[in-house]
Structures are given as C-alpha cells and as structure tokens.
C-alpha cells in the first residue's frame, strides 16, 4: 500500500516536503529574478506575486504540448491526459504531443505552422531550455570571455524566440501556459559527466520566461524548482540519488508524475474522486460529494447500498510509484473515501459487486477509508482499462513523433510534406556528423525506425484517435453494489492474514 496509509510519519515528512518544495520554489526564482541580467522592473516581480491559476481544461479543448526530449518521449503529459480522463470521463479533451527531441525556441518557431497550429489548438504549454543553454558551454574546460559571451548570446535568442512564439500563438486563437522546465541534475554523484552550473543557466531561463509572462499575463508552472528541492533533500542522505535520471536531463516516470502534479495543483484540481458517507445509528446517508447513492438498506450486522460515482480513481504505474513516497499526491489528487459511522464495535467486510475488497473495523470506517489504494475493486480495475486503452494511442503517437523528429532534426527547412528522396542525403550527413557521438546510436535507431514506419505513417493518426474513443467509452463510470457484513474474529483474522 502507498505509504500514506501505512505510516503517518511518512506522511508527514511528505506534507513538509512539499511545503518545503512550494517555498524553495518561490524563493529560488525570487533569488533568481534579484541576480538577474534583466532590467530592474523584471527582476523584481516575484514568482508569488506573478502566479494565477492554470485554467482548467475544458470539454473540446486541444492541448498541443509544445517542448523538447522531455515532452517528445515524456510522461507528465501522458499522467495529466489519464487524470483527466478517469476524474472527468464526460470530458472531450483532445492532446497532441508536440515534442521533438534536442529542440529548441527557435527549432519550435520553425515547426510552429506544421507541427502544433495545424492541430488548431485551444491551448498550448511550452516547455523549452534544456537545449537552449547549450550544455556544452558548461563543460569544465569550456571558459573564458568568449564563452561567457556565448551564454549571454543564446540567453538573448532565447528571450527574443520565447516572445515571438507567444506572440504567434496567441494570434491563432490559443491560450498560452509558460512551463519552466525540468532541471539539469548537477548536484547529484552520477556516472555521467557533470555540466556544473547548468541548472542555474535554466532557472535563468526561467526568470525570463517569467518576466515574459507577466508582460503578457500569462500562467505558468514550475516544473524545476521542486525537482531541484527533491533532490537536495535526499542527496544529503544518499548523493547517488537523483529524480531525474543517469543523465542529468530527463526525469524517469517519477519526476514526470511529480511534474504532472504540478501542474494539476496549478490549475487548482482537488482530491475528491467520490465521497460516500453513512450514518449507520440514523440510518441515512449524507456529506455525498460527486456520487450518488441509492437501495440503500440497513441489517443488524451491516449496510448494503447502491453507488454511482461520477469518477474513477486514479491508476498509479510500477514505474511511477516511487513518486508517492515524495510527494502527497494521493492525498492531493486520489481520495475516493468510504465513510461510515455508526456501527457496531467489529470487523466488517466490504464487497463491491460481490467481490470482496477487504475487511475495515469500525473505527476505521468511521474515520473514512481511501478505496482509491484498494487495486481490487472494480472502479480501480476499470482504471487501469482506461489506461491500458490510452496507452495504444500513446504507442500510436510515439511512430508520429518518431517521424516527425527524424525529419526536422534531419532537415529542418524541408518543405512539407518531406520527400523521401530529397531526404535521403540529409540523414546520411546528419549521421556522418554524429559519428563517434554519445547518441550515435540514437540517431541510427530513430532513422531506422523511420524507414519502417514512414509507409505506413497514414494510418498513426486513425489509430491514434480510435484508442482515444476507445478510452473514452472504456471511462464511463458504472454504478456498484456495496456491501458491509460484520464478520466474526475468525474470519477478520484471515481476511487480515491474505493481504
């Protein structure tokens, strides 16, 4: 079970952590904002003072994802689509990753008209940097005027494409989000080489962006500062330890539902899946919050009811569960709580559609349970079908994203649609550029990749929005039959012994 349920203690060093993570963040970029380059009535607003919520999404919104590696083959945007989707199954949200590994500002203005405002967004967040810091300027032998210089420079291009980018996007119609991206990892005791002071050109980055956005009045998220505190936190204990990853620039599947978390506590989403209560001495109900209960029935020994909840919890991944160990997330955004008071001193067992969950005590159904970290009930199991279900359109999307990276990253002035032919002579200097190169082998393997899927590139989009219907159908919430028998000690005692 998540540890928000097994330990108190753990709870609580989570809930500090996380006000630890929102004061770090506002601290760090304030600190930021002071020693900046900008002028003085930027550097000045504070990250506090700027934030408005993130507006929530809509039925019919199309979300473009706009950002570099992080969003290309990333997660956060994946957890925030399944969030929406299990919370809200009525909900018609459209989102389109927009990401292309090793972008950048001025790679993303380039691809803006082909790649994103051809999908006619109504929103679209961007999350650029990591590439436009040049991380090669941060190696240890890179110093010196010129270099300085060279950071500066790519500081200022940045500035000026971030403000085109807005500028384009708002006049087709859509709403902007400003994500400050996730961190370069260069306090952690990894095996790959350290580009110290990376991180810092990032949160520079960053103070830009956020100057931007309160030029323009636009919302933002912070995806680098809690990381970054993460990371200070346990890297004390164990400096191996990292949230991103082995590399130093891309988070694992914890960092991204960290980063997803943030951003649905910045567009101010709740915890409540559904709220049953139960008066089992007045034998009503009450205190219900986005379900509804009916046949609801009282014995001597228990209460059986009928519930139609208008949410699914949410599905955790193996991959992801780390994650509940750093931050409060099923506290903040997982609570589908069964509350009944009134009964009997003893054990009851609860079953869901004559299936059982587990056996509570009284006292701890008169407190409230969280049926959100019980994976056997058939709300939680229709979940994990929702997610199954979306993953065939992520698996879909990552052939799209795979063509459209190999092309751009090849060619990117090509002319669209991109001849095959013309192509050809592009990849094989763009390989005969990167020979030798640490990601060798990624570019050879992507280009691979595009040769088998380039034929049938026609058919990604259909299968992509077929798994989409097929979620969508796969997410409507069912009505359960609940009931609670009280059982003899005996038989709590082995309900207790097979969990």
């Known amino acids: 079970m998540p540890f928000i349920t097994r330990s108190t203690n753990k709870m609580k060093r989570s809930i500090t952590l996380t006000t630890l993570l929102l004061l770090s963040s506002l601290a760090a970029l304030h600190a930021a904002e002071v020693n900046s380059s900008t002028p003085a009535s930027q550097s000045e607003i504070s990250l506090q003072e700027q934030i408005r919520p993130v507006p929530r999404f809509q039925s019919g919104d199309r979300w473009c994802v706009l950002g570099?590696?992080?969003?290309?083959?990333?997660f956060y945007h994946r957890y925030i689509e399944l969030f929406y989707l299990t919370r809200f199954p009525s909900l018609q949200l459209d989102v389109i990753n927009c990401g292309i590994a090793g972008d950048t500002a001025a790679g993303a203005e380039k691809r803006l008209a082909w790649d994103c405002l051809n999908a006619k967004p109504t929103v679209v967040t961007v999350m650029l940097?990591?590439?436009?810091?040049?991380?090669?300027?941060?190696?240890?032998?890179a110093t010196g005027a010129d270099i300085e210089q060279q950071r500066a420079s790519a500081a200022t291009i940045y500035d000026k494409t971030m403000r085109r980018l807005v500028k384009t996007l708002r006049d087709a119609g859509a709403k902007v989000v400003f994500?400050?991206?996730?961190?370069?990892?260069?306090?952690?005791?990894?095996?790959?080489?350290?580009?110290?002071g990376c991180n810092a050109a990032l949160t520079g980055l960053g103070k830009r962006v956020q100057a931007i956005a309160q030029e323009f009045q636009l919302p933002i998220v912070d995806f680098n500062s809690p990381l970054v505190s993460i990371n200070a936190e346990k890297q004390k204990l164990d400096p191996h330890?990292?949230?991103?990853?082995?590399?130093r620039v891309h988070p694992k599947e914890p960092g991204h539902l960290i980063m997803a978390a943030q951003f649905l506590k910045a567009q101010q989403l709740t915890s409540v899946v559904s709220r049953i209560a139960i008066d089992a001495a007045a034998r009503r109900s009450g205190g219900l919050e986005n379900c509804v209960i009916s046949n609801l029935t009282f014995q001597p020994e228990g209460v059986s009811f009928t519930c139609s909840e208008r949410s699914l919890p949410f599905p955790v991944t193996p991959e992801a569960k780390p994650a509940l160990e750093l931050i409060p997330f099923v506290q903040d955004f997982d609570q589908e709580t069964l509350c009944v008071t009134g009964l009997p001193a003893g054990d009851y067992q609860l079953k869901i559609d004559d299936q059982t969950v587990r056996t509570f005590t009284s006292a701890e159904l008169a407190a409230g349970v969280n049926l959100a970290l019980q994976t056997n009930t058939p709300q939680y199991q229709q979940s994990l079908a929702v997610q199954a279900a979306l993953s065939k359109k992520w698996a879909a999307v990552d052939k799209i994203r795979t063509l459209a990276y190999v092309e751009f990253s090849a060619w990117p002035d090509a002319p669209r649609p991109v001849d095959v032919a013309l192509l050809q002579p592009k990849l094989e200097a763009q390989l005969a550029a990167v020979r030798g190169k640490s990601y060798e082998p990624y570019i050879r393997n992507k280009q691979k990749a595009y040769f088998e899927l380039k034929?049938?590139?026609?058919d990604f989009p259909a299968e992509a929005e077929a798994a989409v219907n097929a979620a969508r159908q796969v997410a409507v919430t069912k009505p359960h039959q609940f009931t609670l028998n009280r059982v003899a000690p005996a038989a709590a005692l082995e309900s207790t012994t097979q969990e």
């Open 241 to 247: 330890f990292t949230i991103i990853g082995p590399d």
């Open 455 to 458: 034929p049938h590139e026609a």
């Open 129 to 141: 940097g990591m590439n436009d810091v040049k991380r090669d300027l941060y190696a240890p032998t």
């Open 68 to 74: 570099d590696s992080i969003t290309h083959a990333g």
């Open 179 to 196: 994500v400050l991206p996730s961190p370069y990892d260069d306090t952690g005791d990894l095996p790959t080489p350290n580009l110290l």
